[in-house]
């Protein structure tokens, strides 16, 4: 087990490159992966990117909204391919939240 930092609670909205030279910085040894860098540029960029920082690859999050209806479904069209980069490149973790609601009655 290794700690691995997350792209969405280092601030959001950083490139890939940048996201990862902040978690070698940090002395993370891993960070958590966008596969959309790899579905955009390649496996083998995203290998490079972390060999190049010493780090090895955390989780990958599912590539779209689960909780909204509209993009659940066009969403699930793009799982596949995810999921195939992410066995390529031997990540054999995926992660999602469950974020808590307002909305229910807590007695």
């Known amino acids: 087990?290794?700690?691995?930092?997350?792209?969405?609670?280092?601030?959001?909205?950083?490139?890939?490159e940048a996201f990862v030279q902040?978690?070698?910085?940090?002395?993370?040894?891993?960070?958590d992966v966008n596969l959309g860098y790899a579905a955009e540029r390649g496996a083998a960029a995203?290998?490079?990117?972390?060999?190049?920082?010493?780090?090895?690859?955390?989780g990958w999050g599912v590539p779209f909204d689960w909780r909204d209806p509209g993009k659940h479904q066009a969403g699930l069209r793009t799982l596949k391919s995810h999921a195939e980069l992410a066995a390529e490149l031997k990540i054999d973790s995926c992660c999602t939240w469950l974020l808590p609601s307002s909305k229910l009655c807590f007695r």
């Open 1 to 16: 087990m290794y700690i691995c930092l997350n792209q969405a609670t280092a601030g959001g909205g950083m490139g890939m």
């Open 22 to 31: 902040l978690a070698a910085e940090a002395g993370f040894s891993g960070a």
């Open 46 to 58: 995203l290998c490079d990117l972390f060999a190049k920082h010493k780090l090895r690859f955390g």
